[in-house]
Structure formats: C-alpha cells, structure tokens
C-alpha cells in the first residue's frame, strides 16, 4: 500500500511531489539537494557542504521511515560538473559501505535552487 513519507528534518518538497513514497518493504525517495531545512536556504561552502547537506538530508528522509543507508539498492547522483565528481563520490562513500547500492551519475544542465548535487534513492527494507 502506497505511503507518503514525510519529516521536517529534511528540506519541504518544493513541488507537487513527496519526500518519499513507502510501498511495501519498498522506499522510493525523491531528489535531496543541498537545503538546510532550518533556512529553507542552499547552503553555502562550495560542492563539499552541498554534498554533506544532501547525505544528511536523505539520511532523515530514509530516518522518518525507519531505515538507514545500509537499506539503499540503488541511487541516482546528479552534478551540473562532472568535474565535481571526486568530491561528490567522496562525501557520497563516507556514508555507506559495502555492500554499496548500486548507482548511476549523470551530469545536467541545471538543478533546482542552483544546486550543484541532487540525490535519489530506492530502498528496501531487510527481512
């Protein structure tokens, strides 16, 4: 049965979407950038602090449904440079550990609010 996942401790959805979407053992998570979700305001720092805010961020959403990252199958990372990957990978690895979900990252033109990381995630709960 589809549920909406929601928790103050990570930025309010900025459109007509959910934080996450529980179905089952399963957790989709819609997109984490780099908000503070005290400020409602991208934080400041460069791609490190960005890369920090959105860990932490999919942290709490992935929290409000009783799961950890250990519980991740698959995320997607999306940088407006490529040239930022190092960093991003960086941060993204002193989260999680093996076994690592599987990933895809992609370069595009543009994120919302100017960020410069987004994140999404699908979860499954363990037996």
Request: aromatic share 6%; charged share 25%.
């Amino acid at each position: 049965m589809k549920q909406e996942i929601s928790t103050r401790s990570a930025p309010a959805a900025i459109g007509p979407y959910s934080q996450a979407i529980g179905d089952g053992d399963w957790l989709f998570c819609s997109g984490q950038i780099g908000i503070d979700p005290a400020s409602g305001r991208l934080v400041e720092g460069g791609i490190e602090h960005e890369a920090r805010r959105v860990m932490e961020n999919l942290r709490e959403v992935l929290d409000a449904a009783d799961l950890h990252f250990e519980d991740l199958v698959k995320t997607t990372v999306y940088v407006v440079d490529l040239g930022d990957f190092d960093i991003v990978n960086r941060v993204y690895g002193e989260h999680l550990s093996a076994p690592y979900p599987a990933r895809a990252t992609v370069q595009v033109a543009a994120l919302p609010r100017g960020a410069r990381v987004e994140i999404d995630a699908i979860a499954r709960k363990r037996s």
